[in-house]
């Protein structure tokens, strides 16, 4: 299992390119048929400044994965504390307002 950092500033939010990388990882997501164990996660605790995601894929596609994040602000990382982060979007953690990103 691989797993990445992604960190959004306060002024990346404002043009809303968090809502654009959701958007185009529930794409990832759909093109590559929902593959277990890839995954998008948020921190369960609020940030003073921006936003930051993890996100997990197994090592059979985490290069999409990594391909997919050089458009954004990330670094690849060792396992995270679970217990701070929840599922957002993968393997049944697809929330059901990002459902309107099909």
């Known amino acids: 299992?691989?797993?990445?950092?992604?960190?959004?500033?306060?002024?990346?939010?404002?043009?809303?390119?968090?809502?654009?990388f959701i958007s185009q990882f529930l794409k990832l997501?759909?093109?590559?048929?929902?593959?277990?164990?890839?995954?998008?996660?948020?921190?369960?605790?609020q940030m003073n400044e921006g936003l930051v995601y993890y996100a997990s894929a197994p090592l059979g596609i985490a290069y999409k994965l990594k391909e997919f994040l050089t458009y954004y602000r990330s670094k690849k990382v060792s396992s995270p504390n679970l217990n701070v982060l929840k599922l957002e979007l993968g393997k049944n953690g697809i929330l059901e307002d990002q459902l309107i990103y099909k």
């Open 1 to 20: 299992m691989k797993w990445f950092y992604i960190k959004f500033s306060n002024e990346e939010l404002v043009p809303k390119c968090d809502t654009k």
């Open 29 to 45: 997501l759909q093109s590559l048929n929902h593959p277990d164990n890839l995954g998008l996660y948020s921190l369960k605790i």
